[in-house]
């Protein structure tokens, strides 16, 4: 499940250097999570990074969720009918809730 990029991560490396959007201009990165790069003579430009997660991880939409619930109370409550073929009465019988088991794996990505 894709979370979120920085903005300059899908264009190309040379679109960013004729722009100058670049702040600065590396030779090694040192990382203490992730890959560092030592000094090979080459210089590089930090373009960007995204961010993956795992599809079961946390619930990242489970307020929504909790208002859209309570919403739906709600308009139940308010709908008086006399019998259970209406739409906004019926309810579907769900045996889990969601399939989130709060996984906490991600992918981090930097584009040189």
Known sequence: ??????????KSPQDIVKEGTFKKVL???ASEKGIS??????????VGKKVWACHQGPD????????????????NKAVN????????????????AAKKVDCPAEVHMKGL
């Not at 499940?1 to 899908?10: A, I, S, V």
């Open 1 to 10: 499940m894709y979370l979120h990029n920085t903005r300059l991560f899908e």
């Open 27 to 29: 030779w090694s990165l």
């Open 37 to 46: 790069i030592p000094n090979t003579g080459v210089p590089f430009v930090f």
């Open 60 to 75: 990242r939409d489970k307020k929504d969720k909790e208002k859209k619930s309570k919403k739906r109370e709600e308009l």
């Open 81 to 96: 009918t006399d019998h259970n073929f209406s739409k906004q009465g019926r309810k579907r019988n769900l045996i889990q």
